[in-house]
């Protein structure tokens, strides 16, 4: 397989200081063919660097230096979190609603059964590929957005409202003919099909 097509490919991290359990945890993933980039500590995690791709982490909750929550926290200050599925052989209550409380996907006791953690990845990479998604869609739409002159976002701000162009005309101090040629290059240029569309359109910018 090419170095490219590679490339593409869903990537599971996983960050344990036990090189026992970094190197089985590794094999069982392997084995169902994702690519696997395994760390010893959460510190050495943040300084690699991650291709732009559906990805997760198993991550221990307890880890030398930055513990898991921690490295959780900081992944939660970021525009792309990873989904987190932790595992501990220390995990309390208190721990496990902490971690599940900052969105971990979830929390996984050691030693959990193999087919635990592998039902586990495959959830996190499949919502680690929608949320991608729909980040390139809401970055796509406001692209289109930022195309709009001040006056087009205007006027788009009230059509979504629900005024006719006779309202949104009597808001702006328009006539109603140049609020039609407004609203027509609104349409055209953030490419919806109809008025209803713009609506979701501007739900998902918000």
């Known amino acids: 397989m090419s170095e490219r097509a590679r490339s593409d490919e869903p990537t599971v991290y996983l960050v344990d200081d036990d090189p026992g359990v970094r190197r089985s945890a590794k094999e069982l ?3 169902i063919g994702l690519r696997v980039e395994a760390f010893a500590s959460a510190r050495e995690f943040l300084e690699a660097q991650r291709p732009d791709v559906p990805s997760c982490l198993v991550l221990d909750i307890r ?6 929550l921690d490295l959780q926290r900081e992944l939660g200050k970021t525009s792309n979190p990873l989904p987190i599925i932790f595992i501990s ?3 309390d209550i208190p721990m496990t609603v902490q971690a599940m409380k900052a969105g971990a996907v979830e929390f996984l006791p050691k030693p ?3 087919q635990q953690l592998l039902d586990a990845i495959s959830h ?3 919502r680690d590929r929608l949320a991608r998604e729909e ?4 970055a796509e739409l ?7 002159t001040p006056r087009e976002r205007e006027v788009m701000t009230f059509v979504v409202k629900g005024l006719l162009n006779k309202q949104v005309g009597a808001e702006l101090g328009m006539s109603e003919t140049t609020v039609k040629l407004h609203r027509g290059q609104v349409m055209q240029k953030m490419k919806a099909d109809s008025l209803a569309d713009l609506v979701r359109m501007a739900e998902r910018l918000r």
């Open 124 to 126: 996190a990479i499949e």
């Open 89 to 91: 052989g220390h995990g």
């Open 63 to 68: 880890l030398p230096g930055l513990s898991g």
């Open 112 to 114: 959990f059964r193999d």
């Open 29 to 31: 993933i392997e084995s």
């Open 142 to 148: 406001r692209q289109r957005h930022d195309s709009l």
């Open 135 to 138: 980040r390139r869609a809401v």
